[in-house]
């Protein structure tokens, strides 16, 4: 029988263990999110994370742009927002409609990086010294140890873009587990996704996996979400791979609240690198 990791239970943990810390906080932390163009499920993402913070009495400051806004005024918002001291997390919501993702994320102050996106963070991880580290990647940590699975000598495999992949990549190995990146438009999917003791799927295509594609007693992280008919579903068809994983995240209600609640965490992080 599938066991379902419940995110939502988790995140509910982290986030009232934030809500506590920024109550002690004598100036409070205050995210700054960028959002550009009318993309529907990024608007609803910047909402659910303007929530969160709100609910952890963390500021909220959202600054939205047409989706033909200009590379140069998105990076000099950027960098107002990186002299003012108020603003202590900076987050521009990808995918850009057209700006180029890497020059934007590199305008911002790597203290205030709250995605963990910025190169010099990717960097110190890279050098074990871990500052600021992606949310989705941190999230998906924790939802892999909940499994209390022995983890060291497993196998995984990340149907994803290298954005999401790199940091996810190296906290894997340090856990002993090694990875292999495959594109979703990879002839040999099928054989590839079966090799994964560990099968984490963010490509944003519904039923892009279904339990013949998932090695037998898989743990399986379904990070895609996609609305189809009102309905949100994953990248995973989670009614065949409950016949072969041991463990799924379900969608809604597995990554997504994780990534949120890890948010919080890094805004206290980043805070904390200013104080
Ligand atoms: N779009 C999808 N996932 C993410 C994320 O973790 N951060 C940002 N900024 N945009 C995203």
């Known amino acids: 029988m599938v066991q379902i990791i419940n995110g ?25 999110v960028i959002l550009v163009g009318d993309d529907e499920a990024s608007h609803l993402y910047v909402g659910l994370k303007q929530r969160a913070c709100e609910e952890a009495g963390i500021g909220f400051e959202l600054f939205l742009y047409p989706a033909d806004a200009s590379e140069p005024e998105i990076v000099s918002k950027i960098q107002e927002l990186n002299a003012r001291t108020e603003v202590t997390g900076i987050l521009v919501q990808l995918p850009l409609p057209s700006q180029n993702a890497d020059r934007v994320v590199l305008a911002i102050d790597p203290k205030k990086d709250v995605d963990g996106f910025h190169p010099a963070n990717l960097e110190n991880l890279k050098n074990d010294h871990p500052t600021l580290v992606s949310a989705t990647a941190l999230g998906i940590m924790k939802l892999i140890t909940a499994t209390n699975e022995e983890l060291r000598g497993k196998q995984a495999v990340l149907v994803s873009g290298e954005r999401f992949a790199e940091p996810l990549e190296i906290l894997l190995a340090e856990q002993g587990v090694a990875s292999e990146v495959v594109s979703p438009d990879d002839p040999h999917l099928k054989e590839k996704t079966q090799q994964g003791d560990i099968l984490i799927v963010a490509v ?72």
Not at 19 to 32: C, F, G, T, Y
Not at 239 to 246: G, L, T, V
Not at 253 to 260: A, E, I, K, L, Q
Request: positive net charge.
């Open 204 to 275: 944003g295509r519904p039923h892009l996996i279904n339990g013949e594609m998932i090695k037998n007693k898989a743990i399986v992280l379904d990070v895609g979400t996609n609305k189809i008919a009102e309905r949100t579903i994953g990248d995973v068809d989670q009614e065949s791979a409950a016949e072969a994983a041991s463990w799924i995240t379900p969608v809604p209600g597995g990554v997504g609240p994780m990534t949120v609640a890890m948010l919080l965490v890094n805004i206290t992080k980043a805070w904390d690198l200013q104080k």
């Open 8 to 32: 939502r239970e988790i995140a509910r943990d982290i986030r009232e263990k934030i809500r506590e810390r920024v109550e002690q906080m004598p100036i409070k932390p205050k995210l700054a």
